[in-house]
């Protein structure tokens, strides 16, 4: 890693030397001495690499030259960090401080003078001794060959995609079943059986157990999945919090282990759940046998089950396994379709006759290891030429293989060897900081790669190259190496390493690396410049003495944080700290002194203000916290500050709390900003933050006052704005139309913007950059979401339909609006149509495409709109309009006045379709051709009568719910029999009269059904339900809303043998359930609402009967809550045994 060192070096020296203060201060030659004896360095260390695996020599000055390098690095941050200081100290005045002057710090100069020298000594000895260990012949390669080797950015064709999603995995199909065939099974007399997938490191266990979570069968028999990544760390207490977060979404705020247990209690009380434990290596049985205790204390529902990935039989017999899986490698066919997938991805290798015939025996090498065709794979894909592939078969790494397992470290190695530039493999190595099985952010990778100086601003072919999109390109290489893996929930954004890959990265960091666990102990490692602390009160917190004085990343979680003040203070050199500690509350004051600190995360942490001091890490790159109180006055001082990141919900409100932001000028995220009359807090500070880019809200716009102060945002210049918001908060509604147009008009984004947001806008129009202009151009050509909400005074909605990207689009609160009209489609529909006769005057006209890409569309809460009209063309006209062509997802709700909608005829991609809160709305047309429709909901559209209900394709209709809609039931009945498909029904009416019950029997693949809420005035006496319900061989879950005359439940709901979760309400009259509730073996869940007169459970010998009910609920029932008493009741014999019971 020495190399790795010296680059970095040669990025400091390079602008330090140009500097006026180097010459100022006299150091200039120096440093220019300093830097040509450093790229004279990186010649020598090809040499002494090639022969370090057989010379001990070679090995020892590698080491050495790199303690060498990191001592030339710290002096340089050093006097890096004074130039900082002064530019700092000095930037208000006209003019550079005159470093001649007696002001100068004559001591320092001096100081740094010497350090320099000394560690030119240092080069020289070490470059004798490498002449003396390599020779003279050996010195020809100079610095001009290495600048490949260390190139800044990958030879990365663009033209390419940088990660192909894989479909899916291959030749699994049948292992899955099996697996899914045993967590299903009831087999099983003991209590929470473990299940194992047992293979070698590599095979696609952890795939495996994915896939299989995903199941639909899985998914449906237990209530609740949890997932833990446990690796080789099998604390009891850490496994129960990871739990808890995976469970709830957060960390638990306790380590304590009868606390955890009692959360888990409540959490998972008459529930079945799955628990996942992922990459186990513990044999302990004792360890074991305290988790299991813990677990079967924890309770939740019988059939609960674990199901455990492992490499060894031995752990699987320690975990008690009832049933044990070993996965087998691929076949040679599913390896090939595996391999093709990736080499031969679009825009990798084509496929010829020689590629095909080397790739075929390079694959035999992989033995049929997934996680080793996907390096390979990758690896190759990148390699267009046969040659490159020859070179790659007839490596001799290859040589190293003795079995499978072999093999698969030689892919990995071969993979890591062939990255294309040194910074890469640093930034793969550097990876290794945190522990197996993490979860890391796309992010937060590519800033501390920046903070540790990996990547720096470039130069490239296409003009200045910022750090993040090289950082950027390099983790595309890794994710295309399948070195780094893809979460597939999370896209390209989180990522993880196998821990193989792992093991990889901290092997070729030669010890530079060092995770840490709560029992181990750090003795004094010179070499160690990355520390990773797990733990809160293990021996490496009380032995501070050992911490690597040389430190530069400290990754500290699940500590108390009782020795951080200790530990930073020895921690000076310090360029990345992470805390991940929600016992920690403040932020030592010496945290001021690590001046070579650049990238500072306490996002999980207690702390909620940072220390005045912060304001002295001039170096400081990324700051990323969660909640602040307070910030420093001087904040601003941060001059080198690039992504400040905070979350939104923790900012006061009413106040600005980052005066001076503007003076940050490096800075490119900044997530939310509150405009105030504040000094410092107007909205002219973002003027001079020109490299923004990502998300931005901005808050409080009602205190600005004209356009020209809103221009001077210049928004319009943030060419790498993606996301922004712009936001009012409630103002005085009689200020001055006039004025907030102005505003608006002065907050032009640039035409680069993907999402526009904006919200609580008092003006009555909107402004010109949101409106045609040109015949068919618009300005915002780029936008894919738009939302718009609370928008009061507005009286039309903008101009939309020509937006060629425009996915999403939400309009609520626009109240003021009482027509959508052809202003909505777009532009000038006769200058379009003429445009689209006279460019085909020879051919048929094309037809006009208004949002085209519109796939999600949301209009809720317009009380004043009446009028929705459709997209005309001239009767003269020749054209033809397609309107929303692929429209998937339409919500219109609160739209009290709209009596008609848009013909729906061309809505053929419509997937769900949802109308809620339409009084006045009396027709839909054309819904029957809407042939892609799975969902369909009407809610409180009482003057509804014609929905078209006659489908073109009614198998595709899945769920079906229509409440308030009393008009609508003789179309329902008259087609309802037709949506065989469905597998959701509701029916909520006043009107059991017209409810379609002569037809529920042709709906064999129903699992829910709700039926009711009639009126409290009905003098039926009896529920309408169906004499033959025996095709409802689906249903799962039934809720029945009933009305004060009925008396009992119908006695039909005792033949549905399926049923699962069954829920009762409002069936005032009823005084007693009915026995024979005992026959629904299947009941799990039993809930019981607003019955008044209900006073008695069926009988103590039928509730033995419902063996697997485990939850039930009983809320606004007087009678027989009183009855339910704990212990004193006289139906609590009746629940004693079920294992969740809730009593309002």
């Not at 930037?91 to 020298?117: G, T």
């Not at 888990?264 to 360890?287: A, H, P």
């Not at 007169?1093 to 485990?1110: F, I, K, V, Y």
Request: aromatic letters at 6%.
């Amino acid at each position: 890693m020495a190399e790795a060192v010296l680059s970095v070096i040669l990025d400091k020296i390079l602008p330090l030397a140009a500097d006026e203060i180097s010459r100022a201060w006299g150091v200039k030659k120096d440093l220019q001495k300093l830097a040509k004896k450093i790229e004279m360095m990186e010649a020598l260390i090809f040499d002494a690499k090639c022969k370090q695996s057989t010379s001990k020599a070679a090995q020892l000055w590698l080491k050495r030259l790199q303690s060498i390098a990191r001592d030339a690095e710290i002096v340089l941050d050093d006097f890096g960090y004074e130039v900082l200081r002064h530019k700092v100290e000095n930037r208000k005045r006209d003019q550079v401080l005159n470093f001649f002057s007696s002001s100068n710090p004559i001591s320092f100069r001096l100081e740094m003078a010497n350090k320099i020298k000394k560690v030119m000594a240092s080069l020289e000895e070490a470059h004798k001794e490498a002449n003396e260990m390599l020779g003279p012949v050996q010195l020809t390669m100079t610095s001009a060959d290495h600048k490949g080797n260390r190139s800044i950015v990958p030879f990365v064709d663009r033209s390419t995609v940088p990660f192909v999603r894989e479909s899916g995995t291959v030749g699994r199909e049948v292992e899955v079943s099996q697996v899914v065939s045993m967590l299903i099974s009831s087999d099983y007399k003991k209590d929470l059986p473990v299940i194992s997938i047992v293979g070698m490191g590599g095979q696609g266990k952890t795939t495996l157990a994915q896939m299989v979570v995903k199941n639909e069968s899985v998914m449906k028999h237990f209530d609740k999945t949890i997932w833990v990544c446990v690796s080789d760390d099998f604390r009891v207490e850490k496994l129960l919090n990871e739990m808890l977060q995976s469970l709830e979404g957060k960390s638990a705020e306790t380590t304590n282990k009868e606390a955890l247990v009692r959360k888990f209690q409540g959490n998972l009380k008459g529930k079945s759940y799955l628990l996942v434990l992922d990459d186990v290596w513990n044999e302990n049985r004792e360890k074991w046998d305290g988790m299991r205790s813990c677990l079967l204390e924890i309770g939740g529902a019988p059939g609960s089950k674990i199901l455990a990935t492992t490499r060894s039989d031995e752990v699987a017999s320690a975990m008690q396994t009832s049933g044990m899986h070993h996965l087998d490698i691929l076949s040679d066919d599913h390896s090939w379709m595996l391999f093709e997938k990736l080499a031969f991805a679009d825009g990798g290798a084509r496929k010829t006759q020689d590629l095909l015939d080397i790739g075929r025996r390079i694959l035999k090498k992989c033995g049929g290891v997934p996680l080793a065709i996907k390096v390979i794979g990758g690896l190759l894909y990148s390699k267009k030429d046969a040659s490159e592939w020859l070179t790659i078969e007839k490596s001799e790494i290859w040589n190293e293989s003795t079995n499978i397992a072999n093999g698969v470290i030689s892919v990995l190695k071969l993979s890591y060897e062939n990255l294309p530039s040194l910074s890469v493999k640093h930034c793969l190595a550097n990876c290794s900081i945190f522990p197996k099985d993490a979860y890391m952010e796309k992010q937060s990778l590519i800033q501390i790669w920046m903070a540790q100086g990996l990547i720096t601003d470039a130069k490239g072919g296409g003009g200045h190259l910022q750090m993040e999109d090289i950082g950027s390109e390099y983790f595309n290489v890794l994710l295309r190496s399948s070195l780094l893996q893809a979460a597939p929930e999370y896209g390209i954004e989180l990522c993880r390493m196998h821990d193989l890959v792992h093991d990889l990265s901290l092997h070729v960091s030669n010890n530079r690396f060092l995770n840490t666990e709560d029992d181990m102990e750090v003795s004094h490692h010179d070499e160690v410049m990355h520390l990773t602390i797990i733990g809160s009160q293990g021996k490496v917190l009380k032995n501070i003495e050992g911490i690597p004085p040389n430190l530069q990343t400290l990754y500290y979680l699940e500590g108390d944080g009782i020795m951080l003040e200790d530990i930073l203070k020895r921690s000076r050199y310090l360029c990345v700290l992470i805390l991940k500690c929600g016992d920690v509350t403040h932020l030592p004051n010496s945290v001021g002194n690590m001046k070579h600190l650049r990238h500072l995360d306490i996002r999980r942490t207690g702390i909620t203000a940072l220390p005045d001091s912060i304001t002295k890490l001039y170096n400081l790159m990324t700051l990323k916290v969660f909640s602040l109180k307070e910030i420093p006055k001087k904040f601003g001082n941060l001059i080198n500050l690039r992504h400040f990141e905070f979350f939104e919900d923790s900012l006061d409100g009413s106040r600005c709390l980052f005066p001076g932001i503007g003076q940050l000028a490096n800075l490119r995220t900044l997530p939310h900003f509150r405009v105030s009359q504040d000094k410092g807090c107007q909205l002219e500070e973002l003027e001079y933050l020109r490299n923004l880019q990502g998300e931005l809200k901005i808050f409080g716009l009602e205190n600005v006052s004209s356009c020209e102060s809103a221009a001077k945002a210049k928004l319009s210049e943030k060419s790498s704005i993606q996301s922004l918001t712009l936001s009012w908060d409630d103002t005085n509604e009689d200020c001055d139309d006039d004025n907030i147009n102005s505003v608006m008009e002065g907050l032009q984004p640039h035409p680069n913007l993907k999402s526009l947001g904006i919200c609580g806008f008092k003006g009555s129009r909107f402004p010109s950059w949101m409106v045609a202009k040109d015949h068919f151009m618009v300005l915002l050509r780029n936008l894919i979401e738009i939302k718009l909400t609370g928008l009061g005074k507005c009286e039309q909605v903008p101009p939309l339909g020509d937006l060629p990207c425009l996915e999403s689009l939400e309009m609520e609160s626009l109240h003021n609006v009482k027509c959508i009209g052809a202003e909505f489609y777009g532009l000038d529909i006769n200058a379009r149509s003429s445009a689209s006769c006279s460019s085909s005057s020879s051919r048929e006209a094309k037809p006009i495409s208004l949002f085209p890409k519109l796939s999600r569309f949301v209009l809720e809460k317009m009380g004043s709109l009446e009028e929705w009209s459709d997209a005309m063309v001239p009767s003269d006209s020749s054209s033809s309009i397609k309107v929303f062509p692929n429209l998937r997802n339409l919500t219109i709700s609160d739209l009290p006045k709209l009596a008609v909608l848009p013909d729906m005829e061309n809505l053929t991609s419509l997937v769900e379709l949802q109308i809620r809160g339409c009084g006045s709305l009396a027709c839909i047309r054309n819904l029957n051709s809407l042939t892609s429709l799975e969902s369909l909901i009407l809610s409180d559209c009482p003057a509804l009568l014609d929905a078209s209900l006659d489908m073109k394709n009614p198998q595709s209709l899945l769920f079906l719910s229509i409440s308030g809609c009393d008009k609508l039931n003789s179309s329902l009945s008259n087609n309802l029999e037709k949506f065989t498909s469905l597998k959701w029904l509701a029916f909520i009416s006043d009107d059991p009269g017209c409810w379609p019950i002569t037809v529920l029997h042709h709906l064999a693949n129903l699992s829910e059904l709700e039926l009711g809420g009639f009126s409290d005035i009905l003098d039926l006496d009896h529920f309408p339900w169906p004499h033959s319900i025996a095709n409802l061989v689906s249903l799962e879950r039934l809720v029945l809303r009933g009305w004060p005359k009925i008396t009992a439940l119908p006695d039909q709901i005792q033949h549905l043998s399926t049923l699962r979760t069954l829920n009762i309400r409002k069936f005032e009259g009823l005084e007693v359930l009915p026995e024979w509730m005992g026959s629904l073996r299947n009941l799990r869940a039993l809930s019981i609402y607003n019955c008044s007169n209900l006073r008695q459970l069926p009988s103590a010998e039928a509730m033995r009967h419902l063996t697997n009910l485990n939850f039930l609920g009983i809320a606004s029932c007087p009678l027989l809550a009183e009855r339910c008493t704990k212990g004193s009741g006289a139906e609590w014999p009746k629940i004693v045994r079920i294992p969740d019971v809730y009593i309002d």
